[in-house]
């Protein structure tokens, strides 16, 4: 068969893709940017791109042709917290109109579990989806699912983050509320076996696992599971406001995603019926051992995909591959260059810089740094990174996020997306004589963003010298 996947380089699609390619169909791959899709190249020769942003005013040139089925993975939920529903409604409508003239004979839409008729903002969002998708000229089939438990998976690191970093926590009364946590691979099954199914056409299936418990429990199963102390003391006055700062200050979530999750789980959701697993004869497995594979991947640097790669992790709100070209007027710039003895083990420092390695020197300023942008409503650094040493375009990387990374051509290029008052580039490029060039670009705005690289001049001193010294003479 021939499948349209679109969010083909976020949490679920990158989960999807490889399992359609092993089972023979050919997919067509559908972002926004192709230059941050992210496959490896025997991957990317498997499969073909097509280049769309949903949010755009349709234009029918250059259709994908002879398409069987199409995925809908496309959420918006963290890019907004006032009109992340817009977004979708009308993504969903212009996607309608996309498949009228492709001619699709079937939809999968991943959605949310709903139970309460008064939703929270980010389920009715998605119940607008469906009824919107409902009315395309194709059959539908939407799985609702509640928390996705995987390596990587939003619900997972926002509950790893708390679990590991505060062995005691008071907690607002919504932890108390029920949910059915499902795990990534059984989504994935779900998703795969409801492809040209009949009778899984013009429906709506509710999909979970086998355990129904509440956030709390959640947090003590991790902490259990993981061999640590936890102790959760739980309060009824903290409010939902409140709570999203509880979110975005302990873990690596940003604001917006954070007071739209804490909006929904006030909300229980528990599948209403296990038809779909019957029909598709799938046993879902624990909570408690969606836990144990994830972290079966973590400790192999196995992670395919997370939600912090996703351009909505951060403050990025344009096209990225505008920024690839670094500006070369009214910029400010910090250019060091080093010949190299080694320029292959300064290349593999390069390609694993970030994360839990650091930044190599000064690592404490880079730390407070991250935190002083996390107190102003920035991204911070607790991104960290998805892999230890590999990137590809698209990439966040702590308050960075990469726009370039080529190994071929020995170029790493950084952007940030902390809060500035200008905006800044990070490049290191090795050239044929393997000399080292690490160069820091910053645009300014006004004269407080001249302001602000003037004081830093002394910091950029210390910082940027001692940091290229370590690139070069690190093992």
């Not at 349709?58 to 993975?73: R, S, V």
């Not at 939600?307 to 009214?330: A, C, L, T, Y």
């Not at 963003?449 to 830093?456: A, K, N, Q, V």
């Amino acid at each position: 068969m021939r499948i349209l996947l679109t969010g083909a380089n976020g949490y679920v699609g990158r989960r999807l893709l490889p399992e359609l390619l092993s089972q023979g169909h050919q997919v067509v791959c559908c972002v926004r940017d192709q230059n941050r899709l992210g496959l490896d190249k025997a991957t990317l020769e498997a499969v073909s791109v097509w280049e769309v942003d949903f949010l755009d005013e349709p234009n029918f040139d250059g259709l994908p042709t002879h398409i069987d089925a199409a995925y809908y993975l496309i959420h918006s939920m963290s890019s907004s917290v006032s009109d992340f529903d817009t977004m979708e409604s009308k993504s969903a409508e212009n996607f309608n109109q996309y498949m009228d003239k492709i001619g699709v004979k079937q939809v999968v839409y991943l959605s949310g579990i709903i139970n309460d008729s008064h939703l929270s903002k980010h389920l009715q969002s998605r119940k607008n989806v469906e009824e919107i998708l409902y009315k395309g000229n194709f059959k539908t089939t939407v799985l609702r699912a509640g928390i996705i438990v995987g390596s990587g998976s939003s619900s997972f690191e926002i509950i790893r983050d708390l679990c590991e970093k505060l062995p005691v926590m008071i907690t607002p009364k919504w932890v108390l509320t029920k949910c059915q946590p499902i795990a990534i691979r059984d989504v994935i099954q779900y998703l795969i076996g409801v492809l040209l199914r009949e009778d899984c056409y013009n429906d709506s299936f509710d999909i979970g696992g086998p355990n129904v418990i509440t956030y709390k429990e959640m947090m003590l199963l991790y902490a259990k599971t993981r061999g640590i102390k936890l102790w959760i003391l739980t309060i009824p006055v903290m409010t939902p406001k409140l709570s999203s700062y509880w979110l975005y200050f302990v873990t690596s979530t940003s604001y917006k995603l954070a007071i739209n999750l804490v909006d929904s789980m006030k909300m229980e959701v528990i599948c209403n019926d296990n038809r779909l697993q019957k029909l598709l004869h799938i046993k879902p497995i624990t909570y408690v051992d969606a836990i144990k594979l994830a972290f079966i991947k973590i400790e192999q640097n196995l992670v395919i995909s997370s939600w912090k790669d996703s351009m909505v992790s951060g403050r990025f709100g344009h096209n990225f591959s505008e920024f690839v070209q670094i500006p070369k007027f009214g910029c400010l710039k910090d250019h060091q260059s080093l010949k190299l003895e080694n320029p292959e083990q300064a290349l593999q420092n390069i390609w694993s810089i970030g994360g839990e390695r650091g930044w190599y020197y000064g690592n404490w300023l880079w730390r407070t740094r991250g935190f002083l942008d996390r107190l102003v409503g920035g991204v911070g650094a607790r991104r960290g990174r998805t892999h230890p040493t590999h990137l590809d375009s698209g990439d966040a990387l702590d308050f960075w996020r990469v726009l370039l990374a080529n190994k071929e051509e020995r170029r790493l290029l950084l952007y940030a997306e902390m809060k500035l008052p200008g905006e800044a580039w990070l490049e290191f490029r090795i050239d044929e004589d393997n000399t080292l060039h690490q160069i820091a670009t910053f645009r300014p705005k006004g004269l407080w963003g001249r302001l602000y690289w003037y004081s830093l001049v002394p910091f950029h001193f210390f910082i940027f010298g001692g940091m290229i010294k370590r690139i070069a003479n690190s093992e």
